[in-house]
């Protein structure tokens, strides 16, 4: 009678083990939420680079294209729609590749502290479009130009406004001869 007894309180599970299977499995969800918290957190940052990347590399091609000699270029200026229906920046008014400007300092300066040239600046919203400096930007884009004999070098760099992007998130140096 007592081998029958003893399978019978053997059967199933207690209590104690059930709140025990559910503290673990509790401690596994709340690891997985921070991982996929910190995912979020590194993707946003990531897609925020990317863009900060793309901006840096259009003022880069935008200035290497100019003529090596061009000084009135407006290269901070809005895109303006030609009668052949591409676009192109205003031909006078601005700098073009005249020695100049200035950019950000360390990869930790931060937007409020930046130093601005005119004409060596341009401010841009989040979908990649040049904005006024008192409009809704979400990146300030700062180049320098500097020569040396017959080389100019061009810096560009990219501070973001937003917290996700609150420092230089991009640079590019190229060079372009006589």
């Not at 904005?131 to 990219?158: D, H, M, P, Q």
């Amino acid at each position: 009678m007592e081998i029958i007894k003893k399978a019978k309180i053997e059967k199933g599970t207690t209590l104690i083990e059930l709140a025990v299977a559910l503290l673990v499995l509790l401690i596994a969800l709340l690891a997985l939420a921070q991982v996929i918290a910190a995912s979020v957190i590194l993707n946003k940052k990531s897609r925020e680079i990317m863009k900060a990347s793309i901006i840096c590399k259009q003022k880069a091609e935008q200035l290497v294209s100019l003529a090596y000699a061009d000084t009135t270029s407006n290269t901070s200026g809005t895109l303006v729609a030609n009668a052949d229906g591409t676009y192109s920046y205003p031909t006078t008014g601005g700098s073009g590749l005249t020695a100049g400007g200035t950019v950000a300092p360390n990869p930790y300066t931060t937007a409020s502290t930046l130093t601005t040239t005119t004409n060596y600046v341009d401010y841009v919203d989040d979908n990649g479009n040049v904005v006024a400096s008192t409009g809704n930007y979400f990146y300030i884009r700062l180049w320098k130009i500097s020569t040396s004999g017959n080389v100019k070098t061009i810096e560009v760099t990219v501070v973001g406004k937003s917290k996700a992007a609150s420092h230089q998130v991009a640079r590019i140096v190229t060079q372009v001869s006589n």
